[in-house]
């Protein structure tokens, strides 16, 4: 028996001076199965299981990469710069009021409760107006007999 799961991923766009950066967060619920998945979910369940999962990570690293290690990433374009374990949870809006990289980094770094990114990752302490939990685990991975 195997059993493997992965968080939720979603995304926001910031605004650098020398490229493209993005805000990616892992959250719950729900946590992705076979059964619940999309394509993209689908087919990174499936090459984890087969042990191959790098070639589709190659085309896939912001998605990748969140959903395999948790937590919250900035990117520059494809490239991880940094990754947070944050407590708390996420809501998602039209338009955050920090867009700018480096004042989303130091937002996150500081715990203020603001929305980063287009569109907005609203960070809260607390569990309000139907907000996703921050998953900092990541893939979940079950080998077994049964």
Known sequence: ???ISIPKFIEAKLKGDDA??????????PIVTLQN????ERELLL???????EELCKFQPRF????????????REDSPIVRFEKKGYVKITDQGNVTRVEEAKQSIIEDKEECLGV???CFRSS???ASLWIDNVGM????GIL
């Open 47 to 53: 090459s984890i299981r087969d042990d191959n999962y």
């Open 140 to 143: 979940r991975y079950i080998k």
């Open 64 to 75: 990748c990469y969140t959903v395999i290690f948790g937590g919250v990433f900035i990117f």
């Open 119 to 121: 569109p907005g990752i």
């Open 1 to 3: 028996m195997e059993r």
């Open 37 to 40: 998945s999309n394509y993209l």
């Open 127 to 129: 569990n309000r107006e």
């Open 20 to 29: 493209d950066y993005y805000l990616t967060v892992s959250v719950l619920p």
